[in-house]
């Protein structure tokens, strides 16, 4: 197995798999205009946390390995993009019916 054309030894999984989450990093971006062709951007398209254990710092640790990670070889990244659901769009109930998963809680922002 390989990974940016390097090799990778794949570690073997524990008997027990208990999925708490998932991070993504990826070289192409979902929207082509936020490609900056002078940079090497990857981007974090998908971050989830099993909604039992958001908010004990899971997604903070999973975006801090991610961005350390995405500057060491090999790939080298010299900026992130994250992507998110827009705040007008995440009390939107028939986009969670769509993809089969709860309404977000929506916090407010404080300025």
């Known amino acids: 197995m390989s990974l940016v054309g390097k090799p990778r030894e794949i570690s073997q999984p524990p008997r027990e798999f208990s999925p708490i989450g998932h991070i993504s990093l990826d070289s192409q971006a979902e929207d082509p205009e936020l490609v900056d062709p002078k940079r090497v951007v990857y981007y974090v398209s998908t971050l989830y946390i099993s909604n039992v254990l958001q908010g004990n710092g899971l997604g ?15 790939f080298n990244a010299e900026a992130l993009a994250l992507s998110t659901l827009a705040r007008e769009q995440a009390g939107n109930l028939e986009i969670w019916k769509e993809v089969h998963f ?10």
């Open 60 to 74: 903070r640790a999973a975006m801090d390995v991610a961005e350390a990670r995405a500057t060491e070889s090999p």
């Open 102 to 111: 709860p309404p977000l809680k929506v916090r407010p922002v404080y300025r």
